[in-house]
């Protein structure tokens, strides 16, 4: 009984923590997006009581985002394009990355991983702050291109004056190792047998690769798919380092640019809803085919 | 000829063999990408790194070395904005450390051990911050700040709130990992052998999850000191700027080196830091395959499996 209190007591803090500062900070942000605007100073005012909630706000940025039609439909489109190529260069880059220190490396592993964590103890926005030098108009990226004769007769490319290409880019550089890592924990758990079997079996590297190692890695991918697709959605501050310019703006930059001002705050109170749930059903197959998997596991 | 053909029963097996003389290009290859991401990945830092030494005002063009950035009169250390920044990174990550990981732990603990209803709401809860982008959580917890909590004030106490609240789930999916390898058994035996619950705790559990404790304290630190939206939107003023928030405010105006200087400096201690962390880490692990050789390898480390671990 005592040991049972105790434990309470050590949970006590962190439940307290939680509720307060995730729970009812989630709902402070639905009973914004469904409150009004103080009629003097035009500043969003929570609607706390569910009895006092108007859907008019939510109403306002969902007819803005609205498919085709919309106002901000052009920049969801541009979001959802931007990280679906991102996505696919995360994976083209990543996977040999994976692959190869959690399953081929040997002697180099612990070197390669040290180098490989690296980043995250830079900061993210060191690590675009050294692209945003690279990259300017004057910068080493357009002094090699000269060199190479690449630009030949042409004025100076600026890279950093909203171009998707850097956008892109300057997104896939920023979060591959988000998603490298938990491929690579997931790649270096899998039984290396299962790799043996297949060649014993007669399959070749290709084959194995494509037959064995491919579908075992599946479940890290979508992991590793999901860790980085989430802050993409709400990513805004790559976007205004390497462009920050409104023809690249992505869903982040707008409920930014919302949040901004104090009037507009029940605007970007709405856009993270409306996003939270797109992202709710984007992911309820990841949670699905998850929960799957550790219940395979445990059993 | 034809008999043996007979003799040997797998056909394919020469073909397998020469697959393998021929394999070393497609691993040279494969090695080659490494190496090419891994330079990819570090070598504009490191270019970063080299402009703090840039004898002129430009972060692009190389004119010549010099320290200037570093000890001149607009050093990183004589510029206010620059060294205020850096001591408001390393004060929010002593704070968040100090809180996050004994809250963390402790609610990881009752997680993994209370058998009742609250358990479950309670793990969802503080894992939830996973599945949510940094952004909405940083609007939620403005709003709550600002429109229900008024006696907290944006500032360093907000962003403590919120890089804490962020934070957590990591030292949660880190410590539980740990703790799933600890039967419960341990601290039931010291209790039956006459320890007090807080006996239990302390002499049992703490020292068990010590290499957690320590893993949560660095992915805290290097989380802490990398934060950019939530301290944004907590923050009040220029008073409580972090570095990334330097950096964000000002690599797109005419900041001299001395910006690429004071973030350097933050990369470097977090690199010393963590680094020590992560020796003292490895040294704790390797004492403890002598005591309990058959302890599973739980890669309890340094949480590749953040946000895996969270279903």
């Not at chain 2, 805290?220 to 964000?248: E, G, K, N, W």
Request: aromatic share 10%.
């Amino acid at each position: 009984m005592r040991a049972r209190r105790y434990l309470a007591a050590l949970g006590l803090p962190g439940i307290v923590w939680v509720a307060l500062f995730v729970a009812t900070a989630l709902y402070a942000l639905i009973a914004i997006s469904v409150g009004g605007l103080d009629p003097i100073l035009l500043t969003p005012v929570p609607a706390w009581n569910p009895l006092h909630w108007s859907a008019s706000t939510l109403q306002e940025v969902g007819t803005a985002l609205k498919p085709f039609s919309g106002s901000d439909w052009m920049v969801f489109q541009r979001t959802v394009i931007y990280i679906a190529i991102a996505l696919a260069g995360c994976i083209l880059v990543g996977y040999p990355v994976a692959y190869y220190v959690a399953i081929r490396a040997r002697r180099s592993k612990g070197i390669i991983l040290a180098l490989f964590v690296a980043p995250f103890l830079v900061s993210y926005m060191l690590r675009m702050l050294a692209w945003v030098g690279l990259l300017s108009p004057d910068g080493w990226i357009n002094l090699v291109l000269e060199h190479l004769g690449l630009m030949s007769g042409h004025q100076p490319l600026n890279w950093l004056s909203g171009r998707s290409v850097t956008v892109v880019c300057a997104l896939i550089y920023g979060w591959v190792p988000y998603f490298i890592l938990p491929l690579y924990a997931s790649l270096a758990r899998f039984d290396q047998r299962f790799l043996e079997a297949s060649r014993d079996l007669g399959a070749g590297t290709w084959q194995t690769f494509l037959h064995v190692t491919l579908p075992l890695s599946k479940q890290g991918i979508l992991a590793g798919t999901v860790i980085v697709a989430l802050p993409m959605f709400g990513d805004f501050f790559t976007n205004a380092l390497v462009s920050g310019t409104a023809s690249t703006a992505m869903v982040g930059s707008l409920i930014n640019t919302y949040a901004q001002s104090q009037t507009d705050q029940g605007l970007a109170a709405a856009g993270a809803v409306w996003l939270m749930a797109l992202l709710t059903l984007l992911l309820l197959p990841y949670l699905r085919s998850s929960a799957r998997a550790t219940a395979e596991v445990a059993r | 000829m034809s008999g043996s053909g007979a003799v040997s029963p797998v056909p394919q097996s020469p073909t397998w063999s020469t697959r393998l003389r021929a394999r070393p290009w497609g691993g040279y290859a494969l090695a080659g990408f490494v190496v090419l991401y891994l330079v990819w990945s570090l070598a504009p830092v490191l270019i970063a790194f080299l402009f703090s030494f840039n004898h002129g005002n430009s972060r692009s063009v190389w004119q010549g070395f010099s320290t200037e950035w570093w000890t001149g009169p607009g050093s990183v250390f004589n510029v206010a904005m620059y060294h205020d920044a850096i001591l408001h990174s390393f004060l929010l990550a002593g704070i968040a450390v100090a809180v996050t990981v004994p809250v963390g732990v402790s609610l990881s603990v009752f997680l993994s051990r209370w058998r009742g209803a609250a358990a479950r709401p309670a793990g969802l809860l503080a894992t939830l911050p996973l599945v949510v982008p940094e952004l909405v959580l940083a609007l939620a917890l403005f709003f709550l700040v600002t429109k229900l909590l008024h006696f907290i004030s944006l500032g360093t106490p907000a962003q403590v709130i919120g890089q804490v609240t962020y934070i957590l789930p990591a030292v949660v999916v880190i410590t539980r990992g740990r703790l799933a390898s600890i039967p419960s058994g341990f601290e039931e035996a010291a209790m039956d052998l006459g320890a007090s619950p807080l006996g239990a705790f302390r002499l049992v559990l703490v020292p068990l999850l010590g290499p957690a404790i320590l893993a949560s304290a660095i992915v805290t630190f290097a989380l802490s000191i990398d934060d950019f939206v939530i301290t944004q939107y907590m923050s009040s003023s220029s008073a409580t700027q972090s570095i990334p928030m330097v950096i964000y405010n000002s690599t797109r105006g005419s900041a001299t080196p001395a910006l690429n200087a004071s973030a350097m400096v933050v990369a470097l201690c977090t690199i010393l830091i963590c680094g020590a962390g992560y020796l003292v880490y490895r040294i704790l692990n390797r004492r403890e395959e002598i005591v309990v050789p058959e302890a599973p390898a739980e890669p309890s480390g340094l949480g590749p499996a953040v946000g895996e671990g969270a279903w």
